[in-house]
């Protein structure tokens, strides 16, 4: 049973607005989460990152939010750009491993 | 530039042929690790090695055996391939802990 899940495969966000991808986990004893964007025939790339003992990171135009109640975190991008279209995994740490998603495919349309 | 190298980018194996996929990284990482991607599944973890000399099995190892030769190799064999296996497989490194991965760009494998 997949202890990180991303709901939803695919997104579709004009250039401009705001690209909000989500992510749920199970496993509450998870203290780090991070997320990875991978362009086609390439591998992931690190993105942000956030610890479990916050609830928001941001980077430029990447903000990371972690709601541990809910254990849920999602990934803003503001605004969008056709570059940063590509699949967007998140994943999080446990017994030094990373457990990931099965990734969203954001498309900004131009 | 420093990194994560994998070879081949590429292979076909007709089912029961064997092959070997090589990682290598130059970043003086302890911990190596092999995932496969799948439509739909994410990123898997098969094995990993949290430093030299030590290998465990992950969520997916059926089908695969490692080896850690050295502090900067870290190979995945198939000893004999079956149609399921065809995936795309990437290695990464990190310093181990909450650290995240540096990743190879990954072998498209097709098993025929």
């Known amino acids: 049973d997949q202890q990180v899940k991303q709901n939803s495969p695919s997104l579709s966000v004009q250039e401009g607005r705001i690209s909000i991808l989500n992510c749920d986990y199970t496993?509450?004893?998870?203290?780090?989460f991070l997320w990875y964007k991978k362009y086609p025939a390439e591998g992931p790339t690190f993105l942000i990152s956030?610890?479990?003992?916050?609830d928001k990171n941001e980077d430029g135009r990447f903000t990371v939010f972690l709601n541990k109640s809910a254990k849920h975190l999602s990934l803003h991008i503001v605004p969008s750009q056709p570059g940063d279209s590509a699949v967007y995994f998140c994943a999080a740490s446990g017994s030094n491993k990373f457990y990931f998603g099965s990734g969203t495919k954001l498309n900004v349309k131009p | 530039n420093a990194g994560v190298t994998q070879t081949p980018k590429f292979q076909v194996l007709k089912t029961g042929q064997s092959m070997t996929l090589q990682c290598a990284q130059d970043m003086n990482h302890n911990s190596m690790y092999w995932y496969r991607q799948d439509p739909g599944m994410g990123l898997r973890l098969i094995y990993y090695?949290?430093?030299?000399?030590?290998?465990d099995k992950g969520e997916v190892p059926n089908g695969y055996n490692v080896s850690r030769l050295n502090k900067r190799e870290f190979s995945l064999r198939l000893e004999s391939a079956a149609p399921s296996q065809t995936s795309v497989y990437f290695c990464?490194?990190?310093?181990?802990?909450?650290?995240?991965?540096?990743f190879g760009s990954g072998t498209r494998l097709t098993v025929v």
């Open positions: 956030i610890s479990s003992i916050k």
């Open positions: 496993n509450s004893m998870f203290d780090y």
């Open positions: 090695s949290a430093s030299e000399g030590t290998t």
């Open positions: 990464a490194s990190s310093t181990g802990g909450i650290m995240g991965y540096t």
